[in-house]
Protein backbone atom coordinates (compact mmCIF):
# COMPACT_ATOMS: atom_id res chain seq x y z
CA UNK A 1 0.00 0.00 0.00
CA UNK A 2 1.12 3.39 -0.84
CA UNK A 3 1.43 5.69 1.92
CA UNK A 4 3.49 8.92 1.96
CA UNK A 5 4.70 10.82 4.96
CA UNK A 6 5.77 13.98 5.56
CA UNK A 7 7.37 15.75 8.45
CA UNK A 8 9.44 18.82 9.42
CA UNK A 9 6.55 21.37 9.91
CA UNK A 10 6.66 23.30 12.96
CA UNK A 11 6.31 27.51 13.46
CA UNK A 12 9.10 29.39 12.10
CA UNK A 13 9.78 33.52 12.19
CA UNK A 14 9.03 35.46 8.79
CA UNK A 15 12.18 35.26 6.49
CA UNK A 16 12.91 31.81 7.98
CA UNK A 17 13.36 28.61 6.92
CA UNK A 18 12.22 25.00 7.36
CA UNK A 19 12.89 21.78 4.71
CA UNK A 20 9.97 19.10 4.52
CA UNK A 21 10.14 15.55 3.83
CA UNK A 22 7.79 12.70 2.05
CA UNK A 23 9.06 9.59 2.79
CA UNK A 24 7.37 7.11 0.03
CA UNK A 25 6.35 3.37 1.26
CA UNK A 26 7.63 2.06 -2.22
CA UNK A 27 10.79 3.21 -4.86
CA UNK A 28 9.75 6.08 -6.32
CA UNK A 29 12.29 5.88 -8.84
CA UNK A 30 9.41 5.39 -11.45
CA UNK A 31 7.27 7.43 -9.97
CA UNK A 32 6.41 10.36 -12.94
CA UNK A 33 4.08 12.61 -11.06
CA UNK A 34 5.08 13.99 -7.18
CA UNK A 35 4.41 17.04 -5.69
CA UNK A 36 3.64 19.31 -3.07
CA UNK A 37 0.52 20.95 -1.90
CA UNK A 38 -0.86 23.00 0.74
CA UNK A 39 -4.38 24.19 2.15
CA UNK A 40 -4.59 27.50 4.78
CA UNK A 41 -7.63 27.57 6.55
CA UNK A 42 -10.74 28.40 4.90
CA UNK A 43 -8.84 27.93 1.03
CA UNK A 44 -8.43 25.22 -1.23
CA UNK A 45 -5.76 23.10 -1.37
CA UNK A 46 -3.34 24.19 -4.14
CA UNK A 47 -0.38 23.14 -6.24
CA UNK A 48 2.91 24.55 -4.42
CA UNK A 49 5.80 22.53 -6.79
CA UNK A 50 5.90 19.36 -8.73
CA UNK A 51 9.17 17.30 -10.13
CA UNK A 52 9.31 14.50 -12.59
CA UNK A 53 11.44 11.74 -12.63
CA UNK A 54 14.10 13.29 -14.72
CA UNK A 55 14.04 15.86 -12.27
CA UNK A 56 11.59 18.76 -14.10
CA UNK A 57 10.39 21.31 -11.60
CA UNK A 58 7.18 23.37 -11.76
CA UNK A 59 6.48 25.83 -9.16
CA UNK A 60 3.92 28.33 -8.29
CA UNK A 61 4.22 31.55 -8.91
CA UNK A 62 3.90 32.37 -5.40
CA UNK A 63 6.69 30.23 -4.31
CA UNK A 64 8.88 30.60 -7.35
CA UNK A 65 12.67 32.01 -6.36
CA UNK A 66 12.12 30.94 -2.52
CA UNK A 67 11.27 26.92 -2.35
CA UNK A 68 13.07 24.35 -4.01
CA UNK A 69 11.37 20.57 -4.93
CA UNK A 70 13.24 17.70 -4.96
CA UNK A 71 13.78 14.48 -4.79
CA UNK A 72 16.52 11.48 -3.38
CA UNK A 73 15.47 8.01 -5.44
CA UNK A 74 18.10 6.15 -3.33
CA UNK A 75 16.25 7.44 -0.90
CA UNK A 76 11.87 7.06 -1.46
CA UNK A 77 11.97 10.47 -0.58
CA UNK A 78 10.94 13.94 -1.92
CA UNK A 79 11.60 17.23 -0.30
CA UNK A 80 10.65 20.68 -0.39
CA UNK A 81 13.18 23.37 1.10
CA UNK A 82 11.39 26.66 2.07
CA UNK A 83 13.53 29.60 2.43
CA UNK A 84 12.02 33.46 3.25
CA UNK A 85 9.11 32.14 4.61
CA UNK A 86 5.69 34.59 4.59
CA UNK A 87 2.81 35.14 7.17
CA UNK A 88 1.07 33.91 3.82
CA UNK A 89 2.87 30.53 3.02
CA UNK A 90 0.94 29.05 6.81
CA UNK A 91 -0.76 26.31 5.66
CA UNK A 92 -0.78 22.11 6.12
CA UNK A 93 1.44 21.01 3.36
CA UNK A 94 0.48 17.71 1.62
CA UNK A 95 2.65 15.02 -0.12
CA UNK A 96 1.10 14.09 -3.33
CA UNK A 97 2.68 10.52 -5.59
CA UNK A 98 0.43 9.97 -8.78
CA UNK A 99 0.43 6.33 -9.73
CA UNK A 100 -1.38 5.28 -12.54
CA UNK A 101 -3.76 8.26 -13.03
CA UNK A 102 -4.58 7.63 -8.70
CA UNK A 103 -3.09 9.95 -6.09
CA UNK A 104 -2.14 8.99 -2.98
CA UNK A 105 -1.80 11.82 -0.26
CA UNK A 106 0.20 11.67 2.99
CA UNK A 107 -1.64 12.76 6.18
CA UNK A 108 -0.03 16.66 5.92
CA UNK A 109 2.53 18.65 7.83
CA UNK A 110 1.29 21.73 9.43
CA UNK A 111 3.73 24.71 8.90
CA UNK A 112 3.05 28.33 10.76
CA UNK A 113 5.18 31.57 9.95
CA UNK A 114 4.63 33.59 12.39
CA UNK A 115 6.48 36.59 15.08
Do not use: H
Not at 43 to 57: D, F, H, M, N, P
Not at 85 to 111: E, H, M, S
Amino acid sequence: QVQPVESGGGLVQPGGSLRLSCAASINIFRINGMGWYRQAPGKQRELVATITSGGTTNYADSVKGRFTISRDNTKNTMYLQMNSLKPDDTAVYYCNLRIAFTDYWGQGTQVTVSS
